[in-house]
């Protein structure tokens, strides 16, 4: 619940909301802070090295300190392309929609400068 201050003309204005409780690193030397524990516990991977969530696809292993990271490579085990370019003539797919959007940008956005002449 955001909390409320009066200003001039009687009106209330909402204040931001702060994290109730923050995570810190307990590394030494590094001041790192953070307003959810998950997001302690990836940066703390940084640190040690460990890459708790590993991929299970037969002769891989590969390890990500994030379940969405390993998530995101096990469709290059799958082959699954879910993201279908919908420009004419195109129809390329992609595993994910930031390499969909990458490649929109990239081969179907009109220039927005066109350069003439020499310098």
């Known amino acids: 619940?955001?909390?409320e201050?009066?200003?001039a003309g009687g009106k209330a204005a909402a204040?931001?909301?702060r994290p109730s409780q923050y995570f810190i690193c307990s590394f030494p030397d590094c001041d790192a802070t953070f307003n959810k524990a998950w997001k302690l516990d990836a940066h703390l991977c940084r640190h040690t090295g460990e890459?708790?969530?590993v991929c299970e696809y037969e002769g891989c292993g590969k390890g990500f300190t994030r379940?969405?990271?390993l998530k995101r490579h096990f469709l290059t085990h799958t082959g699954?392309?879910?993201y279908v370019c919908t420009?004419?003539?195109c129809n390329k797919k992609f595993t994910t929609k930031s390499n969909l959007n990458k490649h929109v940008g990239r081969m179907h956005q009109q220039r927005r400068y066109v350069v003439?002449?020499?310098f």
């Open 1 to 3: 619940m955001a909390t």
């Open 5 to 7: 201050e009066v200003v």
């Open 15 to 17: 204040k931001p909301r």
């Open 51 to 53: 890459r708790p969530f």
């Open 67 to 69: 379940s969405f990271h």
């Open 80 to 82: 699954e392309k879910q």
């Open 87 to 89: 420009a004419d003539g």
């Open 116 to 118: 003439s002449g020499s």
